[in-house]
């Protein structure tokens, strides 16, 4: 039941608003007064319900910004009749709910702002003095004070949604061109046999190399990209940095404690790389994979790029000290559970979709 509380508060003040424009035309102040108070306040408990009981949802988004844009315009109506001042405070309250409106039908989410909340409390604060004023007219005063403070509010809060819309539409056209440029760069290397095989591979915790090394590339192609260095190259070498040939949980073969794996592993990749990509592999990509290890092996990385790519690694891996269960199976050489929230075949034919329909509109 918890989860459907929180929208039943909301839509009591969709219902309700009816019944409270009936009392206001029929001048039941009082009783619209209490009525309003007790919707009001079902305004704070909907919202706090939902996020302590972590049932927060976006049907739940859309319908509290439904309810608070009705039932305030239902309110301002009766008023303006009776106050000058609510027809400013009624066009601006309008004017935000249709860009509210159209940023819901850009970008499909319903938005929710700190000042916007605070604008509908200032705004609901407003209405039920403008109603008490009715019946005390000695409130004219913090009826008009509350009643600039809240069209100062609701201007605020109008630019705020509006510089949001834009900021978020930037962040998405960003994130889409990132997207399309990291595909780009690594499309030839998906496609080989030699590399799906990875997805076979286990890493370290519930997870193939195939994707382990997606992740760390794709870290590592933005941080190069912000830091403008040579990101095609960190790209690249993210992408192939465990390109080894074999699983190592899963070998058997007893070596020398510096032939083991983890000592191994970036001089196998890079020879592995060559193997399969030949001159896509250049020297500065070599190198950059090849010093991943730093400091267990003993190359240290001779450029930030190499740097980068050493640090994200760890940064990913570190997942392998946290759960000592695993770490336990896995010198076990026991299977490892691959189930994953998003599978990365779904993910990458997405990517494809996206390039292939940026090209067709370019």
Not at 248 to 260: I, L
Request: overall charge positive; proline content about 3%; charged content about 25%.
């Amino acid at each position: 039941m918890k989860k459907y509380i929180p929208n039943i508060l909301t839509l009591s003040r969709l219902f309700i608003t009816p019944f409270i424009i009936y009392l206001g035309m029929n001048n039941h102040i009082i009783i619209l007064i209490i009525v309003a108070l007790f919707i009001a306040l079902t305004d704070f408990f909907d919202g706090f319900l939902a996020r302590k009981w972590q049932v927060t949802s976006s049907i739940g988004a859309k319908l509290d910004m439904i309810a608070d844009k009705v039932l305030a315009l239902g309110l301002l109506i009766l008023l303006i009749m009776k106050n000058h001042l609510f027809f400013y405070v009624l066009i601006l309250e309008t004017v935000i709910a249709v860009v509210n409106i159209y940023i819901f039908v850009k970008s499909k989410i319903a938005n929710s702002l700190l000042i916007g909340k605070l604008k509908t409390w200032f705004l609901f604060i407003t209405i039920i003095l403008g109603f008490v004023n009715l019946i005390i007219p000695n409130l004219q005063i913090s009826l008009t004070i509350f009643g600039y403070i809240t069209i100062i509010i609701q201007i605020i809060t109008l630019f705020s949604y509006i510089k949001y819309y834009l900021k978020k539409k930037k962040a998405l056209k960003d994130n889409f061109s990132e997207y399309i440029e990291f595909y780009n760069i690594i499309e030839p290397f998906l496609n080989n046999e030699e590399f799906i095989k990875r997805k076979d591979f286990s890493h370290h915790i519930n997870e193939s190399v195939y994707e382990h090394t997606l992740r760390v590339s794709f870290d590592c192609y933005k941080i190069a990209k912000k830091l403008k260095l040579d990101y095609k190259s960190l790209t690249i070498a993210g992408l192939l940095h465990d390109f080894y040939e074999k699983p190592w949980q899963y070998d058997k073969e007893k070596k020398p404690f510096f032939q083991m794996h983890a000592f191994t592993h970036a001089h196998n990749a890079v020879l592995n790389a060559k193997k399969h990509f030949g001159k896509k592999i250049t020297p500065k990509i070599a190198n950059i994979m090849e010093t991943h290890m730093f400091p267990v092996n003993k190359k240290i990385p001779r450029s930030k790029e190499a740097w980068i790519l050493t640090l994200v690694d760890k940064a990913d891996s570190m997942d392998f000290i946290m759960h000592p269960i695993m770490l336990f199976h896995i010198f076990r050489k026991e299977e490892i559970d691959q189930k994953k929230k998003m599978s990365t075949k779904k993910m990458l034919n997405k990517l494809k979709k996206m390039r292939d329909k940026e090209q067709k509109q370019s």
